[in-house]
């Protein structure tokens, strides 16, 4: 779903290259180890939403529906560029029409064949704004988006409605037969071919279309190396392996238990009693003075993902209108005092808007991000000042109490604000007030990639109507920057362009980058071998027992 840890710009300039010119395939379907028995319990927490790929944009349901799916392209464990995994070719001459093969002979979990026509038709459901997908402005490069997709004009609080699309496709999408399908896009697009990792863009089974959305999430049917067997809320969501998949890489266990904890204390007490296989994130308890590399020794993990925590402001509420008001509070929070004393050194304070491991970031491009509390009451004053409490809200059920308590006392005592944190039980229920716009307040968020460009770090987040512009942030001349910087006709040249847009960014601070993430894991004792993937998540299908 999202891209690699350790790619550079080198790495990252040549990806599409490599899937458009070459038309490779994955290849070594008949490398992998013969699959075997077995079962693991791993950590996760209670999706958003029912498991629709293009209706799921946060990390929770994110990491099951990627094990569930396989798109066109993958992004490697390692780090390397961007390679073709259900596409047999993705070839281009202009950057604008693609010509797609897909393999043949893949089955979905119901036993019928992946085809061209479960892309389009996948990609055209998204893509009509009424089906209300999250995800549906990421085909907004797809000729034919603005006559599918339409925007409420005065907001979700506004009396107006989005007007009705005038239609239900994209014109861009063209089944040519049942391996091939034909891409148009508005304009040249370099970065296209790299996103199509992405669960945005995972193909449906014909049985999607046969049921409601959320239905068929419950039970959803997919392509990937395991299959869905049940969901019981707050509880447990069973996998187990999928017996057809005849791609890269098969499943060498059989059974996947996601355990969805409440709190990541208790499922670390798991994983050092064996009781739970795998704990992606480890909580801040047990970094104080390293105390997880005793407690789990080799079976304790380190590294780092392209990933970034921020706060949010919720832009629909008057209170934070203010540009200078946001600055202020950016200024006021002393990043590394929180890396050095709430995370042991295990996390960088935050300098730039894209987080630096990702191909086209510019590192120290975020002047918010300075620590200036003698700046930051000056911008408070002319801002108007700030009347009535400012409480900051977190997910409780991740370890992120101790570093949200430390903002908000920063705020407090670097401008005299009554400032607070507070937590919201699950994620799911947090999730769900974010996209109602119903926060009260700034609220922990972070940005986990989702596939190897910087683009990828604007249009979602702070491009007008964007999947992920959860807070309602709007400026004309970042749209038209991003869209300029999106139709260039190189990777290095949108790159460049993307430069100008995050400039205007900075300047409105629609968020508060705070730190990058380091990442420390454990395993349980049974486990034989394991790999990450490119952000971080277990990759199952390289577990051994």
């Known amino acids: 779903m999202r891209v690699s840890k350790r790619a550079t710009s080198a790495i990252a300039l040549s990806a599409a290259a490599a899937l458009v010119a070459s038309g490779c395939s994955s290849g070594g379907e008949g490398e992998t180890a013969a699959s075997g028995d077995g079962a693991i319990v791993i950590h996760g927490v209670q999706p958003e939403n029912p498991l629709v790929p293009s209706n799921t944009t946060e990390t929770g349901g994110g990491k099951i529906v990627d094990w569930l799916f396989t798109g066109l392209v993958e992004y490697p464990n390692d780090g390397g560029a961007p390679r073709n995994a259900l596409a047999e070719s993705i070839n281009t001459t202009d950057s604008k029409v693609f010509t797609i093969k897909i393999k043949k002979g893949t089955k979905f979990h119901d036993g019928t064949e992946v085809k061209s026509k479960n892309f ?64 148009t896009l508005s304009a040249p697009t370099a970065v296209f071919p790299t996103k199509l990792g992405y669960s945005a863009f995972m193909p449906l089974p014909d049985a999607f279309f046969t049921q409601k959305p959320d239905e068929f999430g419950k039970n959803p049917i997919g392509n990937g190396p395991v299959k869905f067997v049940s969901w019981a809320d707050n509880s447990l969501i069973k996998l187990t392996r999928f017996d057809d ?43 104080a003075g390293d105390k997880w590399k005793t407690d789990l ?94 409480v900051f809200y977190y997910n409780s059920d991740s370890s992120h109490k101790d570093w949200m308590d430390a903002v908000a006392q920063q705020v407090k005592t670097n ?48 491009v007008t109507g964007g999947s992920s512009n959860d807070g309602l942030y709007s400026n004309p001349e970042v749209d038209a920057l991003a869209k300029q910087a999106s139709a260039a006709p190189s990777l290095e040249a949108s790159h460049e362009a993307f430069t100008k847009a995050v400039e205007k960014i900075d300047q409105d601070v629609p968020s508060i980058p705070i730190y990058f993430y380091g990442q420390q894991s454990g395993h349980s004792e049974k486990i034989k071998k394991l790999e990450l993937n490119n952000v971080g998540e277990l990759d199952i299908t390289s577990v051994e027992l």
């Not at 730039?352 to 590192?363: C, D, I, V």
């Not at 996209?435 to 986990?448: E, I, L, V």
């Open 245 to 287: 998949y005849n791609l890269r890489d098969k499943m060498k266990i059989k059974d996947v238990d996601v355990k969805l904890y409440q709190d990541e204390t208790a499922a670390y007490a798991d994983v050092l009693s064996n009781n739970l296989d795998f704990l992606e994130s480890l909580p801040t308890s047990a970094l």
């Open 415 to 462: 401008l005299n604000i009554e400032a607070r944190a507070e937590g919201v039980p699950t994620f799911a229920v947090f999730r769900q007030n974010v996209n109602a716009h119903a926060m009260k307040g700034p609220y922990r968020a972070a940005w986990q990639q989702d596939y190897p460009d910087v683009e990828n770090w604007i249009n979602p987040l702070y």
């Open 297 to 390: 020794g080799p079976r304790g993990r380190n590294t780092v993902t392209p990933t970034t925590a921020l706060i949010a402001f919720p832009m629909y509420d008057k209170r934070f209108q203010n540009a200078k008001l946001r600055r202020a509070v950016s200024l006021s929070i002393n990043r590394q005092e929180i890396s050095d004393k709430i995370f042991f050194g295990t996390r960088k304070p935050a300098d730039s808007w894209a987080n630096p491991l990702t191909p086209g970031a510019k590192p120290g491009n975020c002047t918010a991000c300075k620590f200036d509390p003698t700046t930051a009451k000056q911008l408070l004053t002319e801002a108007g000042g700030f009347t009535g409490e400012m």
């Open 120 to 183: 389009v038709d996948a990609w055209n459901w998204a893509a009509y704004s009424p089906n209300g997908a999250q995800n549906g402005s990421f085909f907004s490069d797809i000729q034919g988006f603005e006559q599918t997709y339409t925007s409420d004009p005065d907001g979700a609080d506004g009396p107006k409605k989005a007007p009705a699309p005038t239609a239900e496709k994209m014109s861009g999408l063209k089944v040519v037969d049942e391996q091939t399908f034909e891409v």
